[in-house]
């Protein structure tokens, strides 16, 4: 959610070019917060409520990254003149870096234990404090400081003028910092316990994962590497601030998936021994779609008053023809997330690595055939590829494996009429709110009409049970 609050205020303080060298420095960032994680936090949970002795899991998956992640920051500053001449990151900025991963990190096990233990008052507390902090040192240093430092000695003396990507890290680095603060108590209970048996265990299950997760980050932020090195150096920056911009209007779709996946990935493992655990994953699924496809009709639809509300700044409105590809892309992601169920919960998550893997390979290949024919829009349709056919490669390899009862012909009727308006409302009727929200309306009328028996019997279930 910060990423997309941010857009208006980086998108008017910060040149195209600015933005890109953040998207750019970013890109590093997402990937090395996969490698600090390397599929522990997925681990942690199908031990978690596999084994009888929870605190055993804890304790070994928490001692592992820590360890580990002790070990990155030796090893990022022994190396530290290698790492910056390759990254092209300013030497002050790659510092700040460094802790910042360090700090999420070791942040991942006490989050995990929050969400494992239905305690998401406290976990939503935390984050809302630490998005808290992050935007408004953001706000403070972007806007404030700048106008304080015109009349105040001391504000004159800690601003500096062309520093605003540093103080946008800064900000990062001191709201992550407090975060592992408030986690704090859940350290000072930690026991010098660490079970190597049970930590080979996870390490097998859990190193999959981080292929996948890796694959994952190469297909999220790698556009923008191959984006600096392919395209003219002269435009490269400002082309890739104008593509990352519109591509947080795609955030509406992630937003909903994250959240999405945040609160049903312990319910998977946590009923996957229950009585009839498929029939509540096709559910799910379904519902997901519905509510996925609703979501891209309507950003779509109202998509000319959210760019001048997130990106006020004309200037990287040239993209926005990417967004409804973007969004089309995070929805199948979403897709793939809940299709990818059968391979966590059977254990067989080097599948998941496969399949994560030909998502990656995919987008290198587009992003270097079509990055030198029609730029970043060539980006945005790798993109695209990569995610629905990780969607259907799942789809296809969990009916061998894990059979899901999903219900296909409904899926893909919702979809294809969601897709169908959208892109009616976006390239042909554009701004015509009237037939827009027609098209609203017409899909909800469908949802409606063929979901409406079993809404009802859902609901007067959950009424009997309570």
């Keep these: 959610m910060l990423s ?28 090395f917060n996969v490698i600090l994680a390397y599929g522990m936090e997925t681990a942690f949970f199908r031990f978690y409520n596999k084994e009888t002795d929870k605190s055993k899991v ?6 592992s990254i820590i360890t580990t992640t002790f070990l990155f920051v030796i090893l990022g500053f022994s190396f530290f003149d290698a790492v910056q001449s390759f990254t092209r990151i300013e030497p002050e900025i790659l510092k700040l870096i460094i802790w910042i991963l360090a700090f999420d990190a070791l942040a991942i096990i006490p989050f995990a234990w929050l969400r494992a233990n239905s305690k998401p008052l406290q976990f939503a507390v935390i984050k809302i404090i630490n998005v808290g902090i992050n935007l408004g040192l953001n706000v403070f240093l972007l806007i404030y400081l700048p106008k304080l430092a015109k009349h105040f000695p001391f504000f004159e003396s800690i601003y500096f003028p062309e520093y605003e990507v540093h103080y946008i890290f800064w900000s990062n680095f001191i709201a992550s910092g407090f975060t592992l603060l408030l986690l704090s108590g859940f350290f000072q209970k930690m026991k010098l316990s660490f079970n190597w048996q049970l930590w080979k265990a996870m390490m097998k299950y859990a190193l999959p994962v981080l292929v996948a997760g890796v694959a994952f980050s190469i297909n999220e932020v790698i556009d923008r590497l191959f984006l600096e090195r392919l395209l003219p150096a002269d435009i490269a920056k400002e082309q890739i601030g104008i593509y990352s911009a519109c591509y947080k209007l795609g955030m509406f779709m992630t937003l909903f998936a994250t959240a999405f996946r945040l609160g049903i990935e312990p319910f998977f493992f946590s009923h996957a021994t229950s009585r ?34 997130f990106i006020r700044n004309e200037s990287y409105w040239e993209a926005m023809k990417i967004v409804p590809i973007i969004l089309l892309a995070n929805l199948f992601l979403g897709i793939y997330h809940n299709l990818s169920v ?17 998502g990656a ?38 009916k061998k494996h894990y059979a899901v009862p999903y219900a296909m012909s409904k899926i893909i009727a919702y979809l294809g009429v969601s897709i169908l308006f959208s892109v009616l409302s976006f390239y042909v009727f554009r701004e015509n709110y009237f037939i827009g929200i027609g098209f609203i309306l017409a899909f909800v009328s469908l949802i409606y009409v063929f979901e409406k028996q079993e809404l009802f019997a859902l609901i007067n279930k959950d009424k009997n049970e309570n």
């Excluded at 997309?4 to 990937?31: C, E, N, Q, R, W």
């Excluded at 804890?58 to 001692?63: D, E, G, I, L, V």
Aim: proline content about 3%.
């Design 4 to 31: 997309v609050i941010l857009v208006p205020l980086y998108t008017d303080v910060l040149k195209s070019a600015s933005f890109g060298d953040y998207a750019i420095i970013f890109t590093y960032f997402v990937i």
């Design 58 to 63: 804890t304790q070994t998956a928490n001692w």
């Design 276 to 309: 009839n655990p498929k029939k509540a994953y096709a559910l799910i699924t379904k519902y997901f779609v519905i509510v996925g496809s609703a979501i891209l009709l309507v950003v779509l639809v109202f998509i000319d008053p959210l760019k001048e509300l």
């Design 342 to 358: 059968w391979y966590k919960i059977t254990d067989k998550t080097r599948f998941g690595a496969y399949i994560s893997s030909f």
């Design 361 to 398: 390979v995919s987008t290198i290949v587009l992003n270097l055939w079509l990055i030198p024919i029609i730029g970043y829009v060539g980006s945005a349709a790798a993109t695209l590829f990569a995610y629905s056919s990780m969607a259907i490669l799942s789809y296809f390899i969990g």
